[in-house]
């Protein structure tokens, strides 16, 4: 009897085995950013505004600036931006103490009107609420001292970010050269031209991105003035393009610019369904950010399908949180850019594109 050959499963175990690298190497990678993220964030960040500074510092140095000026100048533009966001949260802040006393009346009254009302339809007296309302204190107690301390850690975390971003991205810029270089390196020779133009690619791509940014709060703006002048709040679109600017601070900006408006609605309308209005319009309005323009407004100017974006918006809001769901972005923009220019990669270059496929 001829013995049968057997087939050779080598091609097999090494596409297995190669299968399981890549996850591997994926696993690790995200393991990485997930406990790294206090590095990695800022760091992050700091890419983003070197690589749109990075024009301008060049354009200066250009005519005659010297390098250590011109990457002063352009940081001071980064910082009068964020000095701008933090006023205008301060501003909130001293506004809604101002209206504090009227606020603490209108609370108390309005205590009163539903103690009457239970006593009233309901027959539980006085006593009965007091008991209940110290129960509920007491029960809530916990959740509050979270959520305080929730506010505090994001609130302090992101003024972590804005002292150590602007340093990383000067020191990004004054060691460009050596960056570059060490890039170079890496790779092989032949590979040099593809890496000049990733990179210079990427540059704009940030830029596509930062614009894709600002008509995201342009539109958020819109969308909150809308959903405030219908129901009638003075000053729509005060309240509702400080709400948009204010978001680019995790939990703490939508917070605060909602003070203010839900203050105005509960004194101007003495009604309690003016503020939830304006609570679920600011929701509503988030939750459209989140899912539906920020994907559609970057994925378009980014040449990338909203559907990669949503994903990438949910893995980053996973790992890093709220700066993960900005920061993934550029990051599927920059492995779209490698995808487009390596063959073996093809696959996942046209996974990426938001090119209709041929029928």
């Known amino acids: 009897m001829v013995p049968i050959p057997k087939k050779p499963i080598q091609s097999d175990i090494s596409k297995s085995i190669s299968a399981l690298e890549i996850l591997q190497y994926i696993v690790l990678i995200l393991v990485l950013l997930y406990f790294g993220k206090t590095l990695f964030i800022p760091l992050s960040f700091a890419m983003l505004v070197s690589f749109i500074l990075y024009p301008l510092c060049k354009w200066m140095e250009k005519n005659g600036i010297h390098p250590n000026l011109a990457i002063g100048l352009s940081l001071v533009t980064v910082v009068i931006f964020f000095g701008t966001i933090l006023y205008l949260l301060f501003s909130q802040i001293l506004q809604f103490s101002n209206e ?3 606020l603490e009346l209108k609370l108390e009254e309005t205590l009163n009107q539903l103690s009457v009302f239970l006593t009233e339809q309901f027959g539980v007296n006085e006593e009965k609420q007091q008991n209940y309302i110290k129960n509920a204190i007491n029960n809530s107690s916990t959740q509050i001292f979270t ?7 994001s609130f302090s975390e992101s003024l972590y970010y804005l002292l150590i971003i602007p340093i990383f991205s000067a020191l990004i810029l004054f060691y460009r050269q050596l960056l570059i270089q ?5 790779f092989p020779s032949d590979k040099k031209e593809m890496i000049h133009e990733i990179i210079i690619e990427t540059i704009h791509e940030y830029y596509k ?12 703006g819109i969308l909150n003035s809308i959903g405030l002048a219908i129901i009638g709040i003075p000053y729509p679109f005060l309240f509702g393009f400080t709400a948009s600017i204010l978001t680019f601070i995790p939990y703490v900006g939508i917070i605060v610019s909602s003070l203010l408006p839900i203050t105005v609605a509960w004194i101007t309308f003495n009604s309690i369904w003016y503020p939830l209005g304006v609570i679920a319009i600011f929701s509503v309005v988030q939750v459209l950010e ?5 994907p559609y407004a970057i994925g378009s100017r980014l040449k990338i399908n909203t559907l990669a974006i949503l994903i990438m918006i949910i893995v980053g809001g996973i790992i890093w949180g709220v700066s993960g769901m900005i920061l993934f972005i550029p ?3 920059i492995i779209k850019l490698i995808a ?3 063959e073996s990669l093809k696959t996942l270059s046209i996974l990426l594109s938001d090119a209709k496929p041929k029928q």
């Open 100 to 102: 504090w006393q009227t």
């Open 147 to 153: 959520f305080l301390k929730n506010t505090v850690y």
């Open 182 to 186: 060490t890039l170079y390196q890496i």
């Open 209 to 220: 991105f930062i614009k894709g940014i600002l008509l995201v709060y342009l539109i958020v």
């Open 290 to 294: 989140a899912y539906v323009i920020f």
């Open 331 to 333: 990051f599927i923009s």
């Open 340 to 342: 487009d220019r390596t």
